[in-house]
C-alpha cells in the first residue's frame, strides 16, 4: 500500500539516528522523519523526544523517486494554542506611532476573525496580508496622514 502525501497513519519507532527516527507505519511502509520534524521546539538531541519501540502519529510529507517516505511528527500533532509569550517578543512601538495607528484605524471598518485549527499555506497568508495592507493604505490616504514621498528639509 503507498502511503498518500498529507495524510496522517500511527507508527512505530524503530530506529533513532543522530539525524532523524526511523518510523514503520501502520501500513508496513518505513518512513523517515528528520529531527526537524520532530517537535514544534528546537531538538538538540532526538533521545529526549522519542525513543525507539514508541507510538507515535507521523504526516507524510513526501515520497521521492526511490519511494523514500519524508515523514513529520509536528505536523501530524495538533497545532499549539497561541500564547501570551509570543507577544510578548514583539518589539516595542513608540508612542506617536501608537497614537497615530489608534486614530487613524478607529474607523477602519471591522471584519470578524476567523478561528481555525488548520493551518494557512504560504499563498493564503500572503493574500491576506495583502488584502490587511491594502485596506491600512486606503484609511491612511483617507486621514490624510498619507506621507507624500518628500524628506524633510526638502519640500521648500
Not at 1 to 19: A, H
Not at 25 to 34: D, I, L, Q, S, Y
Not at 53 to 66: C, I, T
Not at 93 to 122: D, E, G, H, L, V
Request: hydrophobic content about 30%.
Amino acid at each position: 500500500m503507498q502511503s498518500l502525501i498529507g495524510e496522517i497513519y500511527e507508527g512505530k519507532v524503530t530506529g533513532l539516528t543522530s539525524f532523524g527516527a526511523f518510523v514503520k507505519m501502520a501500513n508496513g511502509e518505513t518512513g523517515m522523519v528528520h529531527i526537524s520534524e520532530v517537535a514544534a521546539t528546537y531538538v538538540k538531541d532526538i533521545n529526549e523526544f522519542l525513543t525507539e519501540g514508541q507510538d507515535v502519529k507521523v504526516k507524510v510529507l513526501a515520497v521521492n523517486e526511490n519511494n523514500k517516505i519524508s515523514l513529520s511528527i509536528k505536523q501530524a500533532a495538533p497545532a499549539p494554542a497561541p500564547s501570551n509569550e509570543n507577544q510578548s517578543r514583539r518589539p516595542a512601538q513608540s508612542s506617536n506611532y501608537q497614537k497615530n495607528n489608534n486614530r487613524n484605524y478607529q474607523n477602519a471598518p471591522q471584519k470578524p476573525q476567523q478561528q481555525t485549527n488548520a493551518p494557512m499555506s504560504f499563498e493564503d497568508m500572503m493574500a491576506k496580508f495583502k488584502q490587511e495592507s491594502d485596506e491600512k493604505i486606503s484609511v491612511l490616504k483617507k486621514s490624510g496622514d498619507f506621507k507624500t514621498g518628500t524628506r524633510r528639509g526638502y519640500n521648500k
